[in-house]
């Protein structure tokens, strides 16, 4: 009976540790996850997204902020229907945030690159079409919530580019990235 106990307690954990996995991730980038307009404006701005911290100076007083670097990046939780391109309320949420915050007037007129992205499962060539058709269901929406057209560019990444590459299946794998372009 103790071994049975101390089998389930050490399935239990693991269980566990792998759930908590994804979202500890996430939590160490401040410009992922469920994130308002207030916190996407200053990511895209500012060049804070992922990756892109470093080589960023501050201004000294009475000198204009340098311009937010090309590739100012947020992955958003952008959830969607179990193996479909359909948006959830969630997903829904996250887009209405991004959609205020690409019509403020410091990202009025940047280009952006919508990314669709998927976790591993699943075959390359049906993950890189799933991923394609999320995209554009993310960009048709903003686009539905007033963002112009021309300022933005829909594509699939299949799972060619892990969020968390330690757990492929993972659910923060399954996002959308917003890039700045300009």
Same mark, same amino acid.
């Not at 009976?1 to 908590?20: G, H, N």
């Not at 829904?92 to 007037?105: E, W």
């Not at 960009?139 to 990444?157: E, S």
């Given at each position: 009976?103790?071994?049975?106990?101390?089998?389930?307690?050490?399935?239990?954990?693991?269980?566990?540790?792998?759930?908590?996995a994804?979202?500890?991730?996430?939590?160490?980038?401040?410009?992922?996850?469920?994130?308002?307009?207030a916190?996407?404006?200053?990511?895209?701005?500012?060049?804070?997204?992922?990756?892109?911290?470093?080589?960023?100076?501050?201004?000294?007083?009475?000198?204009?902020?340098?311009?937010?670097?090309?590739? &100012?990046?947020?992955?958003? @939780?952008?959830?969607? *229907?179990? !193996?479909? #391109?359909? $948006?959830? %309320?969630? +997903?829904?949420?996250?887009?209405?945030?991004?959609?205020?915050?690409?019509?403020?007037?410091?990202?009025?007129?940047?280009?952006?690159?919508?990314?669709?992205?998927?976790?591993?499962?699943?075959?390359?060539?049906?993950?890189?079409?799933?991923?394609q058709?999320?995209?554009? &269901?993310?960009?048709?929406? @903003?686009?539905?919530? *007033?963002? !112009?057209? #021309?300022? $933005?560019? %829909?594509? +699939?990444?299949?799972?060619?580019?892990?969020?968390?590459?330690?757990?492929?299946?993972?659910?923060?794998?399954?996002?959308?990235q917003?890039?700045?372009?300009?």
């Open positions: 009976m103790l071994q049975f106990r101390s089998a389930f307690v050490t399935a239990a954990l693991a269980v566990m540790a792998l759930l908590a994804p979202g500890a991730q996430a939590a160490s980038d401040p410009c992922a996850g469920g994130l308002g307009a916190r996407i404006i200053d990511c895209l701005k500012a060049g804070q997204g992922t990756g892109l911290t470093r080589g960023i100076r501050t201004p000294q007083q009475g000198q204009a902020a340098p311009a937010a670097p090309q590739g &100012a990046t947020v992955n958003l @939780l952008v959830p969607f *229907g179990y !193996d479909s #391109a359909d $948006l959830t %309320a969630q +997903g829904m949420k996250a887009l209405d945030a991004l959609a205020t915050a690409l019509k403020d007037p410091a990202l009025a007129t940047a280009k952006f690159e919508i990314a669709g992205h998927t976790d591993a499962a699943g075959a390359d060539d049906y993950n890189m079409k799933l991923s058709r999320r995209a554009e &269901a993310a960009r048709a929406y @903003l686009l539905a919530k *007033g963002v !112009d057209a #021309a300022r $933005l560019n %829909a594509i +699939g990444y299949g799972r060619s580019k892990l969020y968390d590459p330690a757990s492929p299946e993972a659910a923060v794998n399954r996002r959308v917003i890039t700045r372009l300009d």
